[in-house]
């Protein structure tokens, strides 16, 4: 289950897909099968040759590409891996994950 997200960062987040931009979004989850994590960070593209590559980077293989056919294919990254990855890229999504709380805060 996905939350703490609004429509306008999928959206975003869909745009530079669309755009052949490697995408980031992160958001919070749960999933009962890995039970430590909070996050997703879902990683997309819609150059498949392009998100494989990205993804040797970081030991990902181009089988672990969630294919979707509307086009918003993508690695889901949790645990460690998305910590590391967010890391080398540069994202601090505890920062993004805190602004959208305070955000939702501010709206009650």
Known sequence: MAFGINRQQLEEWKRKIDEGQIAFITHFWYDERFPRAKTVTKVGCKDLDKLAEWGKKYGLKREWIHRRKDGYS???LIGDLEKKV???EGIDPGAVLFR?????EKEK
Do not use: V
């Open 86 to 88: 967010l890391e080398k």
């Open 74 to 76: 993508h690695f889901d």
């Open 100 to 104: 959208k709380l305070s955000t939702t």
